[in-house]
């Protein structure tokens, strides 16, 4: 998917986020997740608003790095509970 349009202007209807500070971190498995909000918290209430990224790094073979960058994952189906 090109979210450019050219070398410097973005698509009409896109916006581009970069990640400002890393929130928090978690090891899972054999990948780093990092949870990037795109702008400072300084405290609780800025948790409420804005972006935030997930950045999943692995490595899955030597000398290489997998980086996947996520905005809102939702959430996972527990099913009907029934």
């Not at 090109?2 to 498995?29: H, I, L, R």
Request: net charge positive; with cysteine.
């Amino acid at each position: 998917m090109k979210f450019s349009n050219g070398c410097w202007m973005q698509k009409e209807g896109t916006e581009v986020f970069s990640p400002a500070q890393v929130y928090y971190t978690k090891q899972e498995d054999s990948q780093l997740i990092l949870c990037a909000p795109t702008h400072k918290i300084a405290h609780r209430g800025d948790t409420l608003g804005g972006p935030n990224l997930t950045l999943r790094i692995s490595a899955p073979m030597p000398e290489m790095l997998r980086i996947r960058c996520d905005h809102y994952l939702g959430v996972k189906d527990k099913g009907t509970g029934i």
